[in-house]
């Protein structure tokens, strides 16, 4: 008799350590995640310093999915993809598009939200689309598929002048140093909702932007732990809720 309590208190025992390691195990992720912190409404710095925005509700999102710790930090979008190389952090959530040459040096989660760009202009300008673009100053956010778009596609007729941020771009539009705005829509459609004299010009620019989570080269096991909770963020309704508090439209 005694010699069997001994052996399910062995037992016991052994399946309880097995339990504890697995949730250690589970806690022991830690994840830092950079996103860039100057393209609202998907990444912002309060003036507390914290940083917000649909990007990182995402991120936290997804942290909590997965059980992780995570650490969300702020990199200025020139180095944010060296730094991930660099192995300052983990992965990047900040509203990167998946292109072909990003996907030379780094790997990309499935797509959390798709995009397309605008045009946007003074109210009662002359810019009503592309065609007017003409002879015009047209700016775009440094190093993103909007500005390769406009050197692409505008450089031969008009002067395409690129901002290190979003933020800097409106500003020189609004000093009236630029003619037009080429951005993704959704950025854009929030600043619009604050500035009346504004508007959106011409019709939808389709270029099949996909954004995704970049981690680094050969991480895969970090990128299906993304993939998963990101389907499942999706699939409980927690992708929805942050989704309609930014936008009143899916934008997945």
Not at 68 to 77: M, R, S, Y
Not at 163 to 188: C, F, H, I, K, N
Request: glycine fraction near 6%; charged fraction near 25%.
């Amino acid at each position: 008799m005694h010699i069997r309590k001994s052996l399910f208190i062995a037992a016991f025992s052994a399946a309880g350590l097995a339990l504890a390691a697995v949730g250690a195990q589970a806690q022991d992720l830690s994840i830092k995640i950079a996103t860039e912190g100057a393209y609202p409404p998907f990444n912002q710095t309060a003036p507390s310093g914290e940083l917000t925005g649909f990007d990182v509700d995402i991120a936290n999102a997804l942290c909590e999915e997965m059980k992780a710790k995570c650490e969300i930090v702020a990199q200025d979008w020139d180095g944010i993809i060296p730094g991930l190389v660099a192995s300052k952090y983990d992965a990047i959530i900040a509203s990167m598009s998946i292109t072909e040459e990003r996907k030379q040096t780094v790997d990309f989660t499935e797509r959390y939200y798709s995009n397309y760009l605008r045009l946007v202009a003074k109210k009662g300008s002359d810019i009503n689309g592309l065609d007017s673009l003409s002879g015009k100053t047209v700016g775009a956010q440094r190093a993103t598929v909007a500005a390769q778009w406009a050197e692409d596609n505008l450089g031969r007729n008009a002067t395409v002048k690129l901002y290190d941020t979003q933020t800097a771009a409106y500003s020189d539009l609004e000093a009236g140093r630029l003619d037009a705005l080429a951005s993704d829509v959704y950025p854009a459609f929030d600043w619009l909702k604050d500035k009346p004299d504004y508007e959106f010009v011409g019709e939808r620019i389709e270029i099949n932007d996909l954004i995704g989570i970049a981690v680094r080269k050969g991480e895969d096991d970090l990128r299906e732990k993304f993939n998963a909770a990101l389907t499942t963020i999706r699939e409980n309704g927690v992708y929805a809720r942050i989704n309609e508090k930014y936008f009143p439209f899916d934008i997945y």
